[in-house]
T-cell receptor, first 115, second 115 residues
Framework: ETGVTQSPTHLIKTRGQQVTLRCSSQSGHNTVSWYQQALGQGPQFIFQYYREEENGRGNFPPRFSGLQFPNYSSELNVNALELDDSALYLC??????????????FGPGTRLTVT | AQTVTQSQPEMSVQEAETVTLSCTYD???????LFWYKQPPSRQMILVIR??????QNATENRFSVNFQKAAKSFSLKISDSQLGDTAMYFC????????????FGEGTQLTVNP
């Protein structure tokens, strides 16, 4: 148990729809990162939030957006879903990036299927 | 940009034997962190072991140890006395000094421990 939770566990959406995935970070962790893991591949960094501000972004289009809230929860929003968005979405929380924070605590992931 | 390469998509080992998983990476940084993560079928990403690049001594955690060759940019994981519960996907990951906890993952190695 890492103390990081994600919801929902699974969901199925139709191409063109919008989806919101949720993550609850470990208490005291001000940084949350989101990763996309396609089937059979390693996770790819989407973006990171630190104290409610975006703090780095990977090679993902603007239809991937996020929010972080003061209560250690965060959201990943994906608009105009495409078939290639089908993947496992992982969130990971860590202490302030200014610290030597090599500890990242991953949630169990949300499996998104786009049909 | 940093890259991480795992050249062994699949490996298998007999229970109680030793297996080594390979990982190479590319970076221009001199100080960074390297990790091995385990992802069982439950999907939870679990930290197995970490290595700080400025430390010459190879990290060890019980049955898990690494062979860190900084000049060769190689970071292999050795699992001794393999157990059935070690069956999982193993990912090598890199974190740079200014990456704000962002991880770059390899493609993974599926390890199967046979009874």
């Amino acid at each position: 148990e890492t103390g990081v939770t994600q919801s929902p566990t699974h969901l199925i959406k139709t191409r063109g729809q919008q989806v919101t995935l949720r993550c609850s970070s470990q208490s005291g962790h001000n940084t949350v990162s989101w990763y996309q893991q396609a089937l059979g591949q390693g996770p790819q960094f989407i973006f990171q939030y630190y104290r409610e501000e975006e703090n780095g972004r990977g090679n993902f289009p603007p239809r991937f957006s996020g929010l972080q809230f003061p209560n250690y929860s965060s959201e990943l929003n994906v608009n105009a879903l495409e078939l290639d968005d089908s993947a496992l979405y992982l969130c990971a929380s860590s202490p302030d990036p200014g610290q030597v924070s090599y500890e990242q605590y991953f949630g169990p992931g949300t499996r998104l299927t786009v049909t | 940009a940093q890259t991480v390469t795992q050249s062994q998509p699949e490996m298998s080992v007999q229970e109680a034997e030793t297996v080594t998983l390979s990982c190479t990476y590319d970076t221009s940084e001199s100080n960074y962190y390297l990790f091995w993560y385990k992802q069982p079928p439950s999907r939870q990403m679990i930290l197995v072991i970490r290595q700080e690049a400025y430390k010459q001594q190879n990290a060890t955690e019980n049955r898990f140890s690494v062979n860190f060759q900084k000049a060769a940019k190689s970071f292999s994981l050795k699992i001794s006395d393999s157990q059935l519960g070690d069956t999982a996907m193993y990912f090598c990951a890199f974190m740079g000094p200014r990456s704000g906890s962002r991880l770059t993952f390899g493609e993974g190695t599926q390890l199967t421990v046979n009874p």
